[in-house]
């Protein structure tokens, strides 16, 4: 069974832009969480779908959103990029959410010039 | 505010020792519970998943969980290099079952 696939997987923008980054689940799992993980530090969650509803949120800003596709295929974007917002994104799927086991991807870094 | 509590580290242990990792947890409603690994620079990989009061082996790894004391441990037996690595604890709280993670320990095997 495929993994969790997120792409890209190196991305470098300015100060100001937005980006989309995507992930595509395991086969059957309905559940995708997103992660921020700067240097030294543990998992910041961003937020988890389920069925294309967004069902948990962290505390982050607005320009931080998402959204899930009928296939439970995943984006999310960051708007107006801030130089703190580089950093290792990761998707995380599971059949149902969180009393299930999470699966990661292997990550997009984000660099911010 | 559900919290996850782990020791930083850095953890060091000799090559083939029991290496003992703990996380302690807030919410006693708190039904689910995970340990992962990570390797620097790479994404977090499950090793174990544990929901009742107990033990549970798989290979070199044993899960325990204590819902009583609110904790839950991970054993490494014959401790190897490629152990080295930070271990998360991920435990889920509330109706929405949001997983809640450690800031993980950072485990050192010296050869």
Known sequence: ?????????????????????????????????????TPGQGLQFLFEYFSETQRNKGNFPGRFSGRQFSNSRSEMNVSTLELGDSALYLCASSLAGGRNEQFFGPGTRLTVL | QKEVEQNSGPLSVPEGAIASLNCTYSDRGS????????????????IMSIY???????????????????????????????????????????????????????LIIKP
């Open chain 2, 52 to 106: 009742s009061n107990g033990d549970k082996e798989d290979g070199r790894f044993t899960a325990q969980l204590n819902k009583a004391s609110q904790y839950v441990s991970l054993l490494i037996r014959d401790s190897q290099p490629s152990d080295s690595a930070t271990y998360l604890c991920a435990v889920n709280v509330g109706s929405n079952y949001q997983l809640i993670w450690g800031a993980g320990t950072k």
């Open chain 1, 1 to 37: 069974k495929a993994g969790v696939t997120q792409t890209p997987r190196y991305l470098i923008k300015t100060r100001g832009q937005q980006v989309t980054l995507s992930c595509s689940p395991i086969s059957g799992h309905r559940s995708v969480s997103w992660y921020q993980q």
């Open chain 2, 31 to 46: 039904q689910s519970f995970f340990w992962y690994r990570q390797y620097s620079g790479k994404s977090p990989e499950l």
